[in-house]
């Protein structure tokens, strides 16, 4: 096996969030083929139990722990300089260290850098030759920040347009660098393109996945709810994206929707819950979990699952999983974007709060079934891990693409 250095933003575990979902996944693919360093994060103190299952499957690995409100300072150095306040929250001297010294030690000639931040730390080569690197932007983060600034008031709009700004540029300059560049879905790759023009015969995506076998209805998961139908919202509750969806939703859609179904109830279910999102729970209906050991329940077992995001980036894996779960999803363009999902057939697209209110009244009032079934059928045909990550292995030198998939992926303008 070849020695590969994997560069990733945070801790690839466990996958219970977006982002570490793809890093997982990636991360175990990635071992199935090559000797894999591992060099990462640990921002929250519930992961560090999890270093050690890391680690195991790797040859080397560093897990450096940065806690957010030291990050955060360190990344106000930047408005110092010209610099993305992204660059120094995600750089620190040790992991530098440990990536010069594990180049050096090892004969590597492969490196994933797993977000924008992280392709600070590779050089273009070492005294073993040139690196082929490539970069999983995962989406455009850059465009993230622009969302957010539409939705804040001054000087804070002013201060994430700047970080938009920045962060394109450390994104264009990388890409140009890089051998490759991935994104997480075709419209993702599409869009980079038009960011970054220059590199576009180097950007490619990878899909995320879902576990089918893992997310698939089942008799054994018994209700968490009551008697009261129940909507329902996944996701971790401590990312901005998020929290600005439930909080849209349960102050702007709710109220209409119980004037017409008075027992019906918003379930919020995810990790950490800022006080913005438990304060929701004063609102009638609106019920927040925190964290829950199993969110499979809440998704069998609801009415309708919605995803009401307006800031979304990317591919949202809340939505993959509820459909691999045959539920209903009410969704909005944005949470929708990269899904190759039929509107109307497979998932069912509202543009606002009447479209929302619209839409779940008449599936309260006639549930069609259909549509979820569908939903699970996509994902069977177009969602299995073992499938999209071949263009991740393809991107890295590896040939286990099947002749018609190369084709595909070099027909990708």
């Known amino acids: 096996m070849r020695d590969l250095l994997f560069l990733c933003h945070r801790l690839p575990y466990p996958p219970n969030k977006g982002e570490k979902i793809r890093a997982y996944h990636a991360l175990q693919y990635l071992r199935q083929h090559f000797r894999v360093h591992v060099g990462t994060f640990i921002d929250h103190d519930d992961d560090a139990a999890y270093a050690r299952k ?28 010209d610099e993305a306040l992204s660059l120094p929250y995600f750089r620190h001297a040790a992991l530098q260290r440990w990536v010069g010294k594990t180049l050096e030690e090892h004969h590597i000639s492969a490196c994933l850098a797993y977000s924008g931040p992280m392709a600070q730390y590779l050089p273009a080569a070492t005294s073993h030759g040139k690196l082929w690197r490539v970069l999983d932007l995962v989406d455009v983060d850059s465009e993230k920040w622009h969302g957010y600034a539409d939705n804040k008031p001054w000087p804070v709009s002013a201060l994430y347009r700047r970080e938009g700004r920045l962060l394109l540029e450390f994104e264009r300059k990388s890409a140009a660098e890089f051998d490759q560049v991935l994104l997480v879905s075709q419209a993702e790759a599409d869009l980079f393109r038009r960011r970054a023009p220059e590199s576009s015969h180097k950007v490619n995506h990878y899909s995320n996945g879902v576990d089918s076998d893992y997310f698939a209805p ?6 968490p709810f009551g008697a009261a139908p129940a909507i329902v919202f996944t996701g971790a509750m401590d990312y901005q994206p998020n929290i600005d969806a439930v909080s849209w939703f349960a102050e702007r859609v709710m109220p209409q929707l119980r004037s017409q179904h008075a027992e019906l109830e918003f379930h919020i279910v995810g990790s950490r819950p800022t006080a913005q999102v438990r304060e929701l729970q004063r609102l009638p209906g609106v019920q927040v979990s925190g964290t829950v050991p199993d969110v499979r329940p809440y998704l069998q077992h609801a009415a309708l699952v919605v995803a009401p995001l307006r800031l979304a980036r990317g591919l949202q894996n809340k939505v ?45 009032h006639a549930p069609d079934d259909a549509i ?32 018609d998939q190369v084709a595909e992926m070099e027909r990708a303008p």
Request: overall charge positive; aromatic content about 4%; hydrophobic content about 45%.
């Open 218 to 223: 089942s008799a054994t998961h018994s209700s």
């Open 320 to 364: 993959l999983e509820a459909m691999a779960m045959r539920k209903t999803v009410v969704a909005t363009p944005q949470a929708l974007e990269g899904i190759s999902a039929i509107h109307g057939a497979e998932v069912l697209r509202a543009n606002g709060g009447a479209d929302f209110i619209s839409i779940i009244c008449q599936q309260l």
């Open 54 to 81: 890391v680690a195991a499957g790797c040859a080397s690995s560093c897990f450096v722990r940065m806690p957010p409100h030291w990050a955060r300072l360190s990344g106000l150095s930047a408005l110092l300089r």
């Open 372 to 403: 979820g079934d569908a939903a699970r059928r996509r994902i069977l045909s177009d969602y299995r891990w073992s499938d999209n990550l071949q263009r991740l292995g393809h991107a890295l030198g590896m040939q286990a693409m099947q002749p």
